[in-house]
């Protein structure tokens, strides 16, 4: 008889995700995932259901990585708040289970406890800065890999566009694994900006207007809740590298026409893009690679573009060898 599964709150998790250990084990997985054989690394597109009365969504996305045999799926909450609404915004658990008996070992908190309780009115607290769960770091990681990829090589200005908890992950690994010499932040509300800069350890210069934000920028992060257009090409200087987090949903859009056509776009998963991203499916654009792809040798990074990675949130680096339950 299988024991109780443990549960792992995000202190503990977090022990186990630094980015030196995340950025080479997603790499890994993402190359895999787009190998095309896909008996390796099994990620089918999220299962989401609109949770109607409270404007939100539930998302399950099972994923089982057959070479070492790790078994997981992270259920996923996340709503459109405004920012004065004390609720948060994206609610996270992963299940780790034994594949062999497919009883659940382990469940993790997905999201800082801390992060639950303050969310949205005092979002950018220190104690979120210090206690980065999965969804944050995961998803930063990932962005940190398209721009190792796909960023002009000399980039010196980056801009990032929404302040929320994102905006925090990211600020955090973009300063930690690249040297720029200016940061650039721009959020719907003035000081929901100015209480980010307050928050993060280095410097950054807020700004009032996104256009002004951008302009210039080698490197420009979305990370907005928004369901319409937040970055314009018109704005954007040619072969900036632009990573767009927001807007998981088909009818929900962070980048206009103008750019979704001029830049050549980058996806974590084409499936996904195809039935999830509103920024690919409304502009008719055409994906040009997976980051696997461009890992993998089998598609090439066109730096010298101006290019688009759309993160829609996939391959969270679960390895069950790290960490031991008994079973
Ligand atoms: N691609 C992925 O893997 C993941 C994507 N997400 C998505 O990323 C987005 C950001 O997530 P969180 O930071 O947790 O949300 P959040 O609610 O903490 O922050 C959203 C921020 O966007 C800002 N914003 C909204 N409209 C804006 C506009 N027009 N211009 C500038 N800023 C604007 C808000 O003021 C707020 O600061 C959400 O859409 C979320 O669903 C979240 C997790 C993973
Ligand atoms: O991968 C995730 O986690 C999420 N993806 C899209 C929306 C919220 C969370």
């Known amino acids: 008889m299988a024991d109780q599964p443990v549960f792992l709150s995000n202190d503990v998790v977090a022990r186990f995700l630094s980015y030196d250990e995340l950025i080479p084990r997603l ?20 299962c ?11 998302g399950l996305m099972p994923a089982y990585i057959a070479h070492e045999d790790t078994l997981c799926t992270k259920m996923v909450a996340f709503y459109r708040r405004e920012e004065n609404v004390n609720l948060p ?19 993790m908190d997905g999201l800082d406890i801390t992060h639950k309780r303050t969310a949205a009115v005092s979002a950018i607290s220190a104690k979120v800065m210090d206690g980065l769960d ?22 010196d200005v980056l801009c990032i566009l929404g ?10 690994i973009f300063t930690k694994l690249f040297s720029f010499k200016e940061v650039r932040v721009c959020s719907r509300r003035l000081e929901t900006a100015e209480r980010f800069a307050a928050g993060v350890q280095g410097p950054v210069k807020v700004l009032s207007s996104a256009k002004e934000a951008v302009h210039g920028a080698d490197i420009i992060i ?31 859009r962070e980048l206009d026409d103008v750019l979704m056509r001029d830049a050549v776009i980058y996806v974590d998963s084409r499936e996904g893009a195809a039935v999830e991203s509103g920024d ?15 890992l993998n040798g089998t598609r090439p990074a066109l730096r010298n573009k101006t290019t688009v990675f759309k993160s829609l949130g996939k391959f969270f680096p679960l390895r069950t060898g790290k960490i031991r339950f008994k079973e």
Request: glycine share 8%; hydrophobic share 40%; proline share 5%.
């Open 27 to 46: 790499e890994e997985v993402l190359g895999k995932f787009s190998r095309g054989n896909s008996s390796d690394v099994v990620q089918p597109v999220r």
């Open 48 to 58: 989401v259901i609109p949770i109607h009365n409270h404007s939100g969504f539930l």
């Open 89 to 107: 915004s994206t609610q996270a658990t992963v299940l780790l289970f034994n594949p062999e008996y497919g009883n659940v070992t382990a469940v």
């Open 134 to 155: 999965i969804t944050h770091k995961r998803t930063a990681a990932v962005s940190a890999i398209s721009a190792k990829l796909l960023m002009p090589a000399q980039s």
């Open 163 to 172: 302040c929320g908890h994102q905006a925090v992950s990211h600020y955090e």
């Open 222 to 252: 979305t990370v907005t809740n928004s369901s319409k257009p937040v970055l314009f090409g018109e704005w954007v200087k040619p072969g900036a590298h632009i990573v767009a987090v927001g807007a998981c949903r088909p009818d929900w």
């Open 280 to 294: 690919i499916i409304l502009s008719g654009a055409e994906v040009f690679a997976e980051l696997g792809e461009v």
